[in-house]
């Protein structure tokens, strides 16, 4: 009742964070961590969906399994990097000593391994790129998560960390041939960042530079930080750049600056969350075939207080986003649908929207798009009983809640939209539900809510509308996972 039809899941048991996303060959290719036939967690493959338009997703087996002694007991998080027609993955070999050790400090292997494929299904052996004795002295035993790309003639790789005096930090390695890899720089974080950074992503989105990062222990506050563990990106404003090249005397950000540049750039000032709903965690980008910089979330977030029951009692747990095309405005990034969703739509309804406007639907699976919004002083679209969406016009801050435990545990949610290049003005909101997972985007993804939802029944839905008139455009999703 809960499974998806058009977001990526594992086809049982469960998943997390999204690996090796890349488009090679014709093809795109999400890699996953997968714990096959353990949907509460457990041991950490790499499952594997491909597609050929990055919506409709087939799931072709599991890639890398944790089969050697350097990454035993889990094959973690890692990148793709496709290079010269090859696909090369990196990715953490986790190993735990058996003994009476903390696993933070003592105990614990966390190692970089390289794989290729010459045609994204058949993997070669894997080759062991980095130990614990190659990391700086002052690192923890939690390193990992491998992001790769190439930079002038060179590479680049940076990697999550906590030092052993549990400060959040990344490191970066450099390479000439990306088996060799030395340290660049090791790059200590706000220590408002917390204890610890994961699943770190590097990209570039026209002008800016771009480092996304998962910090665990920050401090929750009212508005930001709501989750048990974040997930955002650090990114300078064009002004907050030319100051920091003015500081620096320097007109550009040379391959030698990195290291310096990111000291700067790993700051709470810097950081925007991806987004504000209940699930969202270590998303991963990719450069799709035309050029645009596309970024999948897994949909989930670890060691939640909220749960995902009923999906456990069908026998799977967690999911993915759908891909979202990455665009940015004054610092600002913001993350709406790929437009190929287009494709998954049928039967389409248009209407106006007034004040206690319904719209009755028997889907499990559609997506709605409101636009040109004239909101009261207060303005709530409502799924069924069970979920509102609340926009204060005053306080420029929209409100995700539950309502008749259809959230499993999940209560409010809150995103600040003043400090937004929209200033704060709702103008338009899309919704997709799947089953028992919302997204929802607001003014074209300048804020998204992802959160799981599980609706008592499917076969008479309503979308109700209070305090605003608009246009809409309803459609039924098409299966798209198989
Ligand atoms: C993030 C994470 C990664 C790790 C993986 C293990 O959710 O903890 O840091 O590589 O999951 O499944």
């Excluded at 790769?148 to 490191?171: C, H, I, Q």
């Excluded at 100051?243 to 810097?270: A, C, H, M, P, T």
């Excluded at 609340?390 to 949610?413: E, I, P, Q």
Aim: aromatic content about 14%; hydrophobic content about 35%.
């Amino acid at each position: 009742m809960y499974r998806h039809k058009y977001h990526i899941l594992p086809p049982e048991g469960w998943l997390n964070d999204p690996n090796g996303s890349c488009y090679f060959n014709g093809k795109y290719h999400v890699f996953f961590q997968y714990s096959p036939g353990q949907p509460e967690g457990g041991d950490k493959y790499w499952g594997h969906y491909e597609s050929v338009d990055m919506i409709n997703w087939k799931y072709v087996g599991i890639a890398i399994s944790p089969d050697m002694e350097y990454d035993c007991d889990g094959a973690y998080s890692g990148c793709a990097y496709v290079d010269d027609g090859v696909m090369e993955l990196f990715y953490t070999g986790n190993v735990k000593h058996p003994g009476n050790y903390d696993y933070i400090n003592e105990g614990r292997g966390h190692n970089v391994l390289a794989l290729k494929s010459i045609d994204g299904s058949h993997m070669s052996d894997k080759d062991v790129i980095l130990i614990n004795a190659d990391y700086p002295s002052d690192m923890s035993c939690h390193v990992r998560d491998p992001k790769v790309w190439r930079e002038g003639n060179g590479y680049f790789m940076l990697l999550g960390a906590r030092t052993r005096d549990s400060k959040p930090a990344l490191l970066l390695y450099k390479s000439q041939d990306k088996k060799n890899w030395k340290l660049e720089q090791t790059v200590y974080a706000d220590e408002k960042l917390g204890y610890m950074l994961e699943c770190p992503d590097y990209f570039t989105l026209e002008d800016n530079i771009v480092v996304a990062a998962c910090p665990q222990g920050m401090s929750h506050e009212d508005m930001r930080f709501q989750n048990i563990y974040e997930s955002g990106y650090f990114t300078m404003t064009e002004s907050e750049m030319n100051d920091f090249y003015s500081s620096n005397n320097i007109s550009e950000i040379s391959l030698s600056d990195r290291g310096e540049f990111l000291n700067e750039l790993l700051q709470v000032k810097y950081f925007t969350e991806w987004d504000m709903g209940f699930d969202f965690y270590a998303p991963q980008s990719f450069e799709a075939a035309d050029g645009r910089r596309i970024l999948i979330g897994w949909a989930g977030v670890p060691d939640a207080p909220y749960n995902n029951d009923a999906s456990v009692a069908e026998g799977w747990q967690h999911s993915m986003t759908v891909p979202g095309e990455l665009d940015v405005k004054d610092g600002h990034v913001y993350r709406y649908p790929i437009r190929e969703l287009a494709d998954l739509h049928i039967n389409e309804r248009r209407f106006e929207v007034e004040s206690d406007r319904v719209i009755h639907t028997t889907s499990e699976a559609y997506d709605i798009r409101i636009t040109e919004i004239g909101a009261s002083e207060s303005a709530t679209v409502y799924i069924n009983q069970d979920v509102s969406l609340t926009y204060n016009r005053d306080m420029k801050v929209c409100t995700l809640s539950f309502h008749n435990n259809t959230g499993a545990g999940r209560g409010s949610r809150k995103a600040d939209m003043s400090m937004l290049p929209g200033g704060g003005v709702l103008e338009n909101i899309r919704i997709l539900f799947d089953q028992s997972l919302l997204e929802i985007y607001i003014n074209d993804g300048e804020t998204v809510f992802t959160s799981r939802y599980y609706p008592k029944r499917h076969d008479d839905m309503t979308i109700r509308f209070e305090g605003m008139a608009a246009e809409a455009v309803y459609w039924d999703m098409k299966e798209a996972i198989s």
